[in-house]
């Protein structure tokens, strides 16, 4: 098919509102993405919605005895659950060795991030009906709960629509459990990267909410079976969460009998500068999930679930899919570990949003048309003073041939390639000066 072709052939079978050029996979590179139409380069700000950590056509790709193994997986779709391959068994040790922290054995793969977190939450309504003594398959566990913050986003599935509340059009209309919703402490930091709002007394309103859902464990809110959060939320404007909150969230967790769930699909797998970003507060959850820039979703839990015997990492079929994640993506999540590792691209992460940073803060200053520069590595955002100022910067970065992503009401947010050169990120950070500069005279007039 035509190039030309593309966009009008799928619009005639579904709903096409996406960006509009048409990605050549050949002559992508690195972290340019060439349009196939206009044979215009776009440099990547966006990755994929932050699920494309090594660019296009890394030359570590290249590499005969992976394109093997990626042919070969390819040409089948195991039901990975139940039969097992070489090529399985090589990803596995790869994750657990690279990727896994220690002191969480239990592993579970599935396709979907949605799914990762609906099924850590059921590892937890699963724990904590044993916990209750509800061992009978035909108890009644609609008294469950997951107690989780505002301005999460933790997917689409029918679990997982119940716990994001960022946009209406993404979970109204359609059913959902109306369990504990709370408020969610953010920090806004000035030009120098300090905490500047008072982020002591929102901590201090979030506990007290939490602690009115957990003392009043009486059918009000239900048993709260797990504490759900994002240790960075991302679609809800990037919001950063200090220490002593999720030390506080870990407290709870213990004293009151739930799991604590962390939910990495968007941060985790190396984009932070390490494996996972709640390794910078060294806050460890009991069940993390994870997705996008890992390829194959899933979760990975701790001890913890140790305490019901029967928990659902040791009983058949309690959670499982037909294929349990896929083979292909399996073998590429693989290489892309062995690249990230090899080339030591955590190191170069952390460097690479440092220095993106340091320019963003640049900008601000300059211009005065956005604040609360703030993130780690790849994972970057800036707040405007609306939601208007924001999409004119982000329509005039893709015209000018750079793409990143809205998050919250008014913050924009780039998800960096981690193999980005300081050469690139300093024409990134021209392109969004432009952008920022174009949108503030815009308005002037």
Request: aromatic share 10%; net charge negative; charged share 25%.
């Amino acid at each position: 098919m035509h190039p030309t072709e593309v966009l009008a052939n799928l619009a005639r079978h579904q709903l096409v509102d996406g960006y509009p050029l048409v990605v050549d996979l050949e002559a992508s590179e690195g972290v340019w993405i060439h349009d196939a139409v206009t044979s215009e380069r776009y440099l990547d700000a966006f990755t994929c919605f932050a699920s494309w950590p090594l660019g296009y056509n890394h030359p570590g790709f290249a590499d005969e005895g992976f394109t093997a193994t990626l042919d070969r997986a390819a040409k089948h779709n195991l039901s990975n659950a139940d039969v097992y391959s070489a090529e399985m068994a090589q990803f596995v040790d790869a994750f657990a060795t690279h990727a896994t922290p220690e002191g969480f054995h239990h592993h579970f793969w599935v396709a979907g991030g949605a799914l990762a977190v609906e099924n850590s939450m059921k590892t937890a309504f699963d724990w904590k009906a044993r916990k209750l003594g509800r061992d009978d398959y035909l108890a009644d566990c609609s008294d469950l709960s997951i107690l989780h913050f505002k301005q999460a986003f933790h997917g689409r599935s029918g679990y997982t629509m119940s716990v994001t509340n960022t946009l209406p059009d993404k979970v109204g209309l359609f059913p959902k459990f109306k369990w504990p919703r709370v408020h969610n402490p953010a920090c806004v930091f000035d030009l120098d990267g300090a905490v500047c709002n008072d982020v002591e007394a929102e901590e201090a309103r979030a506990c007290s909410e939490i602690e009115h859902v957990l003392r009043n464990d009486d059918g009000t809110h239900g048993h709260v079976a797990a504490i759900l959060i994002e240790p960075m939320q991302g679609e809800g404007g990037d919001n950063h969460f200090r220490t002593e909150f999720l030390q506080a969230l870990r407290t709870y967790a213990n004293e009151f009998e739930c799991l604590l769930l962390f939910d990495e699909v968007q941060t985790g797998f190396f984009g932070s500068g390490k494996p996972w970003l709640w390794q910078h507060h060294g806050v460890a959850p009991d069940v993390v999930s994870f997705g996008k820039k890992s390829q194959v979703c899933g979760m990975y839990a701790g001890s913890r679930v140790d305490e019901v015997e029967h928990n659902v990492f040791k009983t058949s079929s309690r959670i499982n899919s037909t294929w349990g994640g896929n083979l292909v993506d399996m073998v590429r999540s693989r290489r892309f570990i062995e690249i990230i590792v090899q080339d030591r691209l955590m190191e170069q992460v952390r460097d690479l949003g440092e220095h993106v940073k340091t320019g963003m803060r640049r900008i601000a200053c300059e211009t005065g048309q956005f604040t609360s520069v703030r993130g780690l590595g790849s994972l970057l955002a800036c707040t405007f003073e609306n939601a208007d100022r924001r999409n004119k910067v982000l329509q005039g970065l893709f015209e000018r041939k750079a793409i990143a992503l809205p998050c919250g009401e008014t913050s924009l947010r780039f998800r960096l390639p981690m193999v980005m050169t300081t050469t690139e990120a300093d024409e990134l950070l021209d392109r969004f000066e432009a952008a920022v500069k174009a949108a503030a005279a815009t308005a002037a007039v």
